[in-house]
């Protein structure tokens, strides 16, 4: 991993603002082969009449109209996608901005289809799958040139440095998108819009308040985004998302975890991780350090 793929200026920038927005930062060739495992998957849709557990269609797809909303962890459907976000540009990216070695956490490409493709209200991400630190964050890749009118994603600068707010509905039931009081209480005049050619970047820290509108455009917007944690922060389990991101999550990049956890301020030398091997029994691990 090259960890010199942002400057001083950039790291700074992503400490105090929450963001980056990278513009033309994946080379044409990556690029090019992004595009074409994204355009698989619309094929793939055509032969779907509702949505499966790997892609999410609006409720008007059809295979000659194909309207994708959403593919699911393309890391872990597609190769392109999986070198990508654990071993390309994207996971060189991620050290470089958390400094060190990191934890693949889960990935999506959201289409947001032309002509209405849905809008994302203004939400913060680490409700969905709270860590252990708010190293977390969420870089993504436009694989089409996106301008103002193609539901690019805002961002609201510095916002991640604020309240952590309560994404449920008055009902008690899970809303994933800040109450309309509490959105109405912020400046829009400050959010800031990410557009640019296909290939830019966009990098959010997990508590920035982000969203985007409707497309309206003739055209898709697909974004693909992957989260990664430091490697010292791990995903809480039993609560949102975590534990329902796929096979890969918690994937080391760029080094190795020493294990290591601070809880309260005491240090804990954790187990090595078995979620993927299985546990050894606590009898057989005391008998091979004997
Ligand atoms: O696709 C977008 O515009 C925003 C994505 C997003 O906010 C999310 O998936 O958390």
Known sequence: MNPNLLSDEDLRNYQKRGYLHLES?????????????????VEVSRGLETSNKMLDL??????????IRRLNSPVDNHETFRNFALEGPAAALACSILGGPVRYHHSKLNFKWSGGGEEIKWHQDIQFWPHTDFSPLTIGVYLADVDDVMGPMGVLPSSHQGPLYDQYL?????GGAMNPRDVAELDMNEIVWLTGPA?????????????????????PRPLLLQTYSAVQSYPIAHIGANGVTGPLSGTVIGGTSDQK????????????????????TIFGSQQETD
């Not at 609006?58 to 309207?67: A, D, I, K, V």
């Not at 008055?170 to 899970?174: F, K, L, N």
Request: charge should be negative; include cysteine.
């Open 25 to 41: 930062f994946v080379e044409a060739a990556t690029l090019a082969d992004l595009q074409r495992a994204a355009a698989e998957f």
């Open 199 to 219: 290939g830019s970047v966009t990098v959010h820290n997990c508590c920035m308040i982000h969203g985007s509108v409707p497309n309206n455009s003739p055209n």
């Open 261 to 280: 956890i601070t809880i309260e301020g005491r240090q804990i030398a954790g187990a090595p991780d078995w979620s993927r091997a299985g546990a050894p």
């Open 58 to 67: 609006e409720p008007s797809h059809t295979s000659g109209n194909p309207r």
């Open 170 to 174: 008055d009902s008690g039931e899970w």
